[in-house]
């Protein structure tokens, strides 16, 4: 039988990839860091991270909701982690420290949100993948969820990765 390329889900990243994307996202990421973004799941085809509520997070004092601002960061980071993962994937045959110096020219072209329900709760659900991995730009879809699972806002986004 012919060998054709593997099928992203196909691909199970290398502990090292792993850790070295979680630190970059994480903490190196400063922004990322004061939002509280924790990355649950990393896989080639989907990428999930959590925010836990906290007070610095409010966004309308009246009501104890999440700030806008924090979901429209947080879904534009997870856009961007689905496209690190999509370029991981792609270049399984580096090592995880150059597949890591890739994403040093990734950048947001475009992002747009929907708002679907008002976002409280005292956790949040992030997830992302990539539509389209072109040769200069990406095409991701998000999600922002409630603790119970509820869809709370949708955005897409496009990622310069050339």
Same mark, same amino acid.
């Given at each position: 039988?012919?060998?054709?390329?593997?099928?992203?889900?196909?691909?199970?990243?290398?502990?090292?990839?792993?850790?070295?994307?979680?630190?970059?996202?994480?903490?190196?990421?400063?922004?990322?860091?004061?939002?509280? =973004?924790?990355?649950?799941? !990393?896989?080639?085809?989907?990428?999930?991270?959590? %925010?836990?509520?906290?007070? &610095? @997070?409010?966004?309308?004092?009246?009501?104890?909701?999440?700030?806008?601002?924090?979901?429209?960061?947080?879904?534009?980071?997870?856009?961007?982690?689905?496209?690190?993962?999509?370029?991981?994937?792609?270049?399984?045959?580096?090592?995880?420290?150059?597949?890591?110096?890739?994403?040093?020219? =990734?950048?947001?072209?475009? !992002?747009?949100?929907?708002?679907?329900?008002?976002? %409280?709760?005292?956790?949040? &659900? @992030?997830?992302?993948?990539?539509?389209?991995?072109?040769?200069?730009?990406?095409?991701?879809?998000?999600?922002?969820?409630?603790?119970?699972?509820?869809?709370?806002?949708?955005?897409?986004?496009?990622?310069?990765?050339?």
């Amino acid at each position: 039988m012919p060998h054709h390329s593997h099928k992203a889900a196909d691909i199970v990243f290398e502990d090292e990839f792993v850790v070295g994307l979680k630190k970059v996202f994480e903490e190196m990421i400063v922004f990322n860091k004061m939002l509280g =973004l924790k990355i649950t799941s !990393l896989k080639p085809e989907r990428v999930m991270a959590r %925010i836990d509520m906290r007070n &610095e @997070l409010v966004g309308h004092f009246a009501y104890n909701r999440i700030h806008g601002g924090v979901i429209s960061a947080g879904l534009d980071a997870m856009g961007g982690l689905a496209v690190m993962a999509a370029i991981g994937a792609r270049h399984m045959d580096e090592s995880p420290t150059q597949r890591l110096q890739r994403f040093a020219k =990734l950048g947001t072209i475009d !992002l747009r949100v929907d708002y679907l329900r008002p976002g %409280i709760g005292d956790h949040f &659900e @992030l997830r992302a993948e990539v539509m389209r991995l072109g040769s200069r730009v990406a095409s991701t879809r998000m999600e922002f969820l409630g603790a119970d699972g509820k869809l709370m806002s949708t955005g897409a986004a496009a990622y310069i990765v050339s």
